[in-house]
C-alpha cells in the first residue's frame, strides 16, 4: 500500500486545512488508517484514528473537538479536517495505514506516506 499525503499550506492561527491521504490500493475492508505529527526536535506523535468502515475514531487530547478524521473507501481516501488551528500544530503530518484495529502507537503501523508540511503563525 502506498500513501499519497496532500493538502498542508501556511496558514494563520485560528484558521482551517483539509488534509487528505490518497491509497494505491483498496484500505476499506481491512485497514485502520491514522495520522501522525512529527514536529522539529520532537518525536513523533499520534493525531487521529479511524477505523476501517469509519464507524469509529479516536483522537489525541490536544486535537479533540477541533480536528476530525474521516475516510471515503470508495475513493480509497482519509482526511484530515484541522479547524481552529494553533501554532503549536505546526508540524509535517503522516498519514499511516495499519491492518486490523485502530492504533495510537506509530510503531502499529505498517505503511506510511511522505508527510505534508503545516505551519500555523500566530
Known amino acids: 500500500v502506498q500513501l499519497q499525503a496532500s493538502g498542508g499550506g501556511l496558514v494563520q492561527a485560528g484558521g482551517s486545512l483539509r488534509l487528505s491521504c490518497a491509497a494505491s490500493a483498496r484500505t476499506g475492508s481491512s485497514f485502520a488508517m491514522g495520522w501522525f505529527r512529527q514536529a522539529p526536535g520532537k518525536e513523533r506523535e499520534f493525531v487521529a484514528a479511524i477505523n476501517w468502515s469509519g464507524g469509529s475514531t479516536n483522537y489525541a487530547d490536544s486535537v479533540k473537538g477541533r480536528f476530525t478524521i474521516s475516510r471515503d473507501n470508495a475513493k480509497n481516501t482519509v482526511s484530515l479536517q484541522m479547524n481552529s488551528l494553533k501554532s503549536e500544530d505546526t508540524a509535517v503530518y503522516y498519514c499511516?495505514?495499519?491492518?486490523?484495529?485502530?492504533?495510537?502507537?506509530?510503531?502499529?503501523?505498517?505503511?506510511w506516506g511522505q508527510g505534508t508540511q503545516v505551519t500555523v503563525s500566530s
Open positions: 499511516a495505514a495499519k491492518t486490523g484495529r485502530m492504533n495510537g502507537s506509530s510503531r502499529a503501523y505498517d505503511y
